[in-house]
């Protein structure tokens, strides 16, 4: 009826947080363990130049938002997606059932973005981003409350729980889709 929301038979789960904390690592397993397509954000904007050339000062490229948004409108209408992203305030609020906001401890951060050959302001930068916990209150400023979830990324054993909750938490979805 009118003002009813569109069900998807299959979720979409956006995995956020500062770089280094797994996102893609936990979103491939995730993918493998429920079958959902995996969309590495910053990947997709390379191989279809969803972007406006490269920004020198932060040493990434300059997203081009409003073509990543078009660029997945119907696959997240469809259902089914895992989005990988460090942030997530430009996609549209009903796109997603559930918000991970990954976190990871500063030094064993500040190892993985070393060993990825980050230094300087890069470095600094990222480990701040992680300690004002900037991914998660930019989460919670644009999705609703019940659907984020932050969970902390340390070590294998953590990203192993966080890939069985997330696929309990989908299976229970899909259940009650199907009734
Ligand atoms: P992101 O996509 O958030 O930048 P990655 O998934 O690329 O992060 O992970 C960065 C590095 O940290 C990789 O070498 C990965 O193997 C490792 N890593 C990620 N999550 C964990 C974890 N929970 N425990 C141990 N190592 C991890
Ligand atoms: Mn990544």
């Known amino acids: 009826g009118w003002g009813s929301k569109k069900k998807r038979e299959k979720p ?5 947080g500062t770089p280094g904390t797994g996102k893609t690592t936990t979103a491939t397993a995730l993918a493998e363990s429920i079958q959902l397509r995996h969309i590495n954000i910053g990947d997709l904007v390379k191989e279809k130049n969803l972007h406006d050339g490269w920004d020198d000062q932060f040493d990434c490229y300059l997203i081009n938002e409003d073509l990543v948004c078009d660029e997945l409108e119907d696959l997240m209408e469809e259902g089914g997606n895992i989005v990988d992203y460090h942030g997530g305030d430009f996609f549209p609020e ?3 059932d559930r918000v991970v906001v990954l976190q990871t401890e500063n030094s064993v ?22 300690i004002f916990q900037v991914l998660l209150e930019e989460a919670k400023g ?38």
């Open 12 to 16: 979409n789960i956006l995995i956020t």
């Open 94 to 96: 009903r796109w997603f």
């Open 109 to 130: 951060l500040y190892d993985r973005l070393t060993k990825r050959g980050y230094l300087g302001q890069k470095l600094t930068n990222n480990i701040e981003c992680e």
């Open 142 to 179: 644009n999705y609703p409350e019940e659907i984020v979830v932050a969970l902390k990324s340390d070590c294998i054993e953590d990203m192993n729980r966080n890939v069985a909750t997330l696929t309990d938490w989908s299976d229970e979805k899909r259940e009650k889709e199907g009734e």
